[in-house]
């Protein structure tokens, strides 16, 4: 009993985002010293310090300074507005990078990702961001391994998390790292939610959107084997009706999709998998075939390697 609570430093800037910044405040910002005392001190600091714009026309008060925040024990950055994403402020920059220097644990909520990123602190780490961030994200910081299925990522003392949701399950996390599962399970509760979800980010991920008919792009193509999902097709085949040799058609893939034909392939085919989990009480047998998987074995193995979950599972979350 007793002693000097954790301190939680989050960073405040104009026009965040709402959901993200609630969960830290609901996780650590209420006193459960019923649970663990000492339990959390939540500290709101800002490179401007005072009244600070939210979204949906709420204020946070940030009293104090950012760079306090390289002496809490947990630094937290939360979701920004896209202008602090590209351009973080250079002070927040500078305090992440002394924070880190100091040992200190280092957190990202959804794009809070960015900052970690152009403090340079993610090179050569896993993490992750909003699925929608996903490609912007991978463009801009090459250096960094970024995993756009998981649900929130852990490399030493440094953590980021997919959008909104995933602010909960990370929070969550780091609770059970500091005071065990059993509180953890008890914070969730209370709170409504599970303790552990099943499964990564990909699973909420938003159907392809039909692709762009210029010229000189895939879009015809892509669009036509997307149509033929339920044939055999080859590289060779989607070559073919883009009038390009299987290499540049190759190449082409790799520098607008960022990804090969094949594999590009197969996230189509379990898109449809999902779509057709959701809506339709088909077999997963006929549904492997729908999707040109073929057997059952294989709709799973590669379903559960971009899901992290089943179709079993997949399809008792999201069945309408």
Not at 112 to 118: D, E, F, I, Q, S
Not at 243 to 270: I, N
Not at 277 to 303: C, K, M, Q, V, Y
């Amino acid at each position: 009993m007793g002693g000097k609570p954790h301190v939680v430093g989050v960073a405040v800037t104009e026009d965040m985002p709402v959901f993200e910044l609630a969960v830290p405040c609901e996780v650590f910002g209420i006193d459960r010293a019923d649970l663990a005392d000492p339990w959390y001190e939540l500290r709101f600091a800002a490179v401007e310090p005072g009244r600070h714009a939210a979204r949906c026309g709420l204020t946070v008060d940030a009293p104090h300074p950012i760079a306090s925040l390289a002496d809490a024990d947990t630094v937290l950055l939360p979701a920004f507005a896209r202008a602090r994403q590209i351009e973080p402020p250079e002070e927040l920059v500078r305090t992440v990078r002394k924070a880190y220097e100091n040992g200190r644990r280092i957190v990202a909520i959804c794009t809070g990702a960015y900052v970690l990123a152009a403090a340079g602190l993610l090179d050569g780490r896993r993490a992750t961001t909003h699925w929608m961030n996903a490609f912007d994200f991978a463009q801009r910081y090459p250096a960094v391994t970024f995993d756009p299925d998981v649900l929130y990522t852990s490399d030493g003392t440094i953590f980021t998390s997919a959008g909104t949701g995933a602010a909960v399950d990370l929070c969550l996390h780091l609770v059970r790292l500091d005071h065990g599962a059993a509180v953890a399970n008890e914070v969730a509760r209370r709170m409504v939610v599970p303790p552990h979800r099943d499964g990564g980010q990909s699973q909420f991920a938003q159907p392809p959107r039909p692709f762009p008919r210029s010229p000189d792009a895939l879009g015809p193509a892509l669009e036509w084997a997307r149509q033929r999902l339920d044939q055999p097709l080859t590289v060779a085949d989607l070559a073919r009706e883009a009038r390009l040799s299987p290499r540049t058609f190759a190449r082409r893939c790799r520098e607008q999709l960022g990804t090969t034909p094949l594999q590009w392939l197969v996230g189509q085919r379990v898109r449809l998998a999902q779509e057709l989990l959701e809506t339709t009480g088909d077999s997963i047998e006929r549904i492997a075939h729908r999707t040109g998987f073929g057997t059952p074995a294989n709709l799973r193995t590669h379903f559960a390697r971009h899901t992290s979950v089943t179709p079993t599972t997949y399809r008792q979350v999201f069945h309408r």
